[in-house]
């Protein structure tokens, strides 16, 4: 296990090396100029080219990566002088539309987006697999039919009709929640989750149909194994034929699949902040392309594909504990 971990974390370093550096060449090479976003329109020449300097942009494109690498670890300043901008550790660019470094920024915006992931997900989980677990033991029968037509009627719904339809029928017309507004879970833990339920449910409604098909079909093949037959020839209870074996075998799929929606889920959801509001990494990335802020995109780019392969890793080491068939 030890080995494997070595060699995946060495994996996981390489990948995001990979990334970092074409997200930055596609982001400093496209036509639209970062020091002229930042400078403004009315921008002089001579203007234009100190904010260059100070962004470090006229230097070739390798010198600028490997200032940008040696920020991520050590820190860097832009510019010189009194008016340097300092971006300690770790510096994944300087935002000089907010004036502020974009670790700065990730870190104020991460908590909304982590309250909304993690929320979000207990709910699908529960939905998905409650509901897939039940047609499977189901197949074919009435409540196997009705699951899965909510099933793929809830999967086409895109998430911004929800959302909005929630809004207009839960807060406008039925006044039963306020509209969502992040409130910290430190201040008050009931505003938090008041707050956060129905970006909660806009989200949970779209996962949860697909897990629901897909823990329906990994549950139907796991019962069809000779294992499962064996339990039952042995006299075990059903339910613990169906919890501890079943199951434990089917979850393997639905691992993989978590681990990619939760692991996109902590870098913003960017649909659900916008509609509601909320002010998570995803509406930051929004707003940084309608600003066209280079340094605030590729920082969340780079934040996203950090959290989608570390969630990878975590779920390849779960395996061995929810399937005692694999092993490293």
């Known amino acids: ?72 670890v050590a820190g860097r300043d832009y510019g010189s002088g009194p008016t340097a901008a300092h971006c300690g550790f770790p510096c994944l660019g300087y935002s000089y539309e907010y004036s502020l470094p974009v670790w700065d920024l ?39 039919k009705i699951l899965m037509v909510l099933s793929v009627g809830t999967a086409s719904l895109p998430v911004y009709f929800t959302s909005i339809m929630l809004i207009w029928g839960i807060v406008r017309s039925a006044g039963l929640l306020p509209y969502p507004a992040y ?31 897909q823990s329906r079909n990994s ?37 993989t699949i978590f681990g990619m929606d939760l692991g996109g889920l902590l870098a913003g959801a960017v649909i659900t902040e916008s509609i509601f509001g909320l002010p998570g990494i995803g509406r930051l990335f929004y707003d940084g392309l309608l600003r066209s802020d280079q340094p605030v995109i590729l920082g969340v780019t780079l934040l996203a594909a950090f959290f989608i392969v570390v969630a990878n890793l975590l779920v390849d080491v779960l395996y061995a504990f929810v399937d005692p068939r694999v092993r490293y």
């Not at 074409?22 to 400078?39: H, Q, V």
């Not at 207990?122 to 998905?128: D, M, R, Y």
């Not at 042995?234 to 799929?253: E, F, I």
Request: hydrophobic share 50%.
């Open 219 to 255: 549950m139907i093949e796991a019962m069809a194994e000779p294992y499962i037959r064996t339990a039952r020839a042995k006299g075990l209870p059903s339910r613990t034929v169906t919890v501890k074996h079943g199951l434990r075998s089917g979850m393997t799929p639905i691992l």
């Open 106 to 144: 990730l870190v104020d915006r991460l908590p909304v987006s982590i309250s909304l992931a993690i929320g979000a997900a207990v709910l699908w989980l529960v939905l998905g697999l409650g509901a897939g677990v039940t047609s499977a033991l189901r197949k074919g029968r009435p409540a196997d």
């Open 1 to 72: 296990m030890i080995l494997y971990l070595g060699r995946r974390l060495i994996g996981v370093a390489g990948i995001l090396l990979a990334i970092c550096a074409i997200t930055f060449t596609i982001f400093y090479l496209l036509p639209n100029d970062p020091a002229a976003a930042a400078c403004g329109k009315t921008c002089s020449p001579d203007r234009l080219a100190e904010v260059k300097a100070a962004m470090g942009l006229d230097k070739p494109i390798w010198e600028q990566f490997a200032a940008y690498l040696t920020g991520i």
């Open 183 to 213: 409130h910290k879970f430190t201040d008050n833990p009931f505003e938090w989750g008041s707050n956060l339920l129905l970006p909660w449910i806009a989200l949970a409604l779209l996962y949860a149909a697909q897990y629901a098909r």
